[in-house]
């Protein structure tokens, strides 16, 4: 099941693993001890504290859940094997757009790791799955709101 799978890059995969540390080794005990201080306090039915708390640790817990499964359905881009031959996840592509004349450079990356801002585009957007598997010099129509074509002119 491709679907389920997460692309990361060895940086994006280190970040949730410190990320999920965090969370269980610190996040987690903070929240009980926020719950056992709050429940100390009286009436649970009137205690805002207690509620806010245990919203906090629900939150913690989903959150902690989530990372689980990315890291178990996780899918490393191996930037060391990338070949200069194909577009492929990870791949660093200088396009020509035909219609403006705009030379663009992007990188392929996993939709968790996708800044558009600096030009990393995840795998499942309209124009990475067109140049997806293609090669250099090869005229590829982006199948987005408004169509588009693009020129593969190299790949790093």
Excluded: C, W
């Excluded at 970040?15 to 100390?40: D, F, S, W």
């Excluded at 906090?56 to 890291?71: F, R, T, V």
């Excluded at 990870?90 to 990188?107: A, E, Q, Y």
């Amino acid at each position: 099941m491709e679907d389920n799978k997460h692309y990361l890059t060895k940086e994006g995969l280190e970040q949730y693993k410190k990320r999920l540390i965090y969370l269980q080794e610190e996040a987690r005990p903070a929240v009980i001890e926020e719950i056992k201080e709050a429940r100390n306090q009286g009436d649970l039915s009137e205690n805002a504290e207690y509620d806010a708390a245990r919203d906090k640790q629900a939150a913690i817990e989903n959150e902690i859940l989530q990372i689980q499964n990315i890291l178990e359905n996780v899918i490393i881009i191996d930037e060391d094997n990338l070949g200069t031959h194909i577009v492929k996840i990870g791949s660093t592509v200088k396009l020509l757009d035909l219609k403006t004349n705009k030379v663009i450079s992007v990188t392929i990356v996993g939709a968790l790791d996708a800044d558009p801002f600096n030009n990393k585009i995840s795998n499942s957007s309209p124009l990475a799955r067109a140049i997806l598997s293609h090669k250099v010099d090869e005229v590829l129509e982006v199948d987005a709101p408004k169509k588009y074509k693009v020129k593969i002119e190299s790949i790093m």
